[in-house]
């Protein structure tokens, strides 16, 4: 970056665990990437002011806030990064685009199809002038992943038949683990099924060129009450005699059938989950293909896994490849070969390409129509889980004017 590089003042809402996130992709993607336009961490914004106060010293933000409404229509403010729970997300994203700032949003992209609906309509008004608007699916941008979408695209998998994808998490294995936001459906939406299952179904999507066109779920909630801290749910405080009520799945189990894409016509296997003991955050994604395969776990998410079914019979198998090579995407702006890189790292990538989009004025992916799309395949989910299991279409009828990133890239 130079003297004339462009500047983008960021507003970011949200001060927990995304907003700590956020704050490092902020931070850190202009150091090692040259961006054709410097982000600037003008202000967080948290409703407690001696909280949001120590997250803004702590990650590097110039000033702090406690209204949301006061940076929608400051002048000062370029891009509007929403880390909120999802119950706030339509009301933040419509002001900010209507207000004219380019909008990243935390996934799931709302609570309701029909607040995803609002928000993909106002993204696509604001896209008439030029402002632009993406959901964080950070995990599209780790590096293997990436790779893995390029050999697909190369034709690497040939025809993909089945499609396994499992979110598996074990934090809330104990019975006697305090109450969050996470699990109160009115904040949340849903449980393991938007919050962990939304990523399976994306990367699958991203992965792929494929949509879910139709699914059976099944929902599980193992315990339905659970303490809570201090006075408010989810804020640490001391434990409490008081009980909150689990109003969301702790687990989700569905399959699908996929349309479009590399995966027309395939099968798929997905579970989210939150009680898988000894899972700590394995993203699991197993796409088999009539050419080869591939298999990724965000536990070892250097790593991917790579069959080539068109090599000798006898020297065929799963092939380690760590990506950690210039050629990887990403990896370029990191360390030399072999050096591995981190969750954090996504979030870094994020910002490259939304900054990158927003800059040259082109459509970041996901788009809010993407958000949107997820937002009905969750939806199905729970309406089949809560029909014994039946098959559901998604529903998903702007098919052909939402086509995904990759459709519209062919
Ligand atoms: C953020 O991308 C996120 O989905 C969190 O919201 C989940 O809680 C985390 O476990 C995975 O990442």
Redesign the pocket.
Known sequence: MTEDTPQLRVAMIGAG??GA?HSQGWRTAPRFFDLPAEPVMSVIVGRDAARVDDARRRFGWQRSATDWRTVIDDPEVDIVDICTPGDSHAEIAIAALEAGKHVLC??PLANTVAEAQEMADAAERAAARGIRSMV????RRVPAIGFARNLIREGRLGTIRQVRAL?L?DWLRDEDGPMTW?LDKAAAGSGSLG??G??AIDLVEHLTGSRLAGVSGTLATFVEERPLLGETVGLSGTASEQRGRVTVDDAAWFTARLEGGSAAGAIGAFEATRYATGRK?SLRIELSGSRGAIAFDLEAMNELQFYDATAPAGEQGFTRIIVTEPEHPYMANWWPTGHAIGYEHAFSHEVVDFVTAVTNGTDPAPSFADGLHIQKVLEAVERSAGSGSAWTRTDDDDTDDDSTDEQKEA
């Not at 964080?136 to 995990?139: A, D, K, L, T, V």
Request: glycine share 6%; proline share 0%.
């Open positions: 665990f995304m996130a935390e996934k964080g699916f950070s995990y979110y998490q996470r919050d962990i939304a990523h955050n």
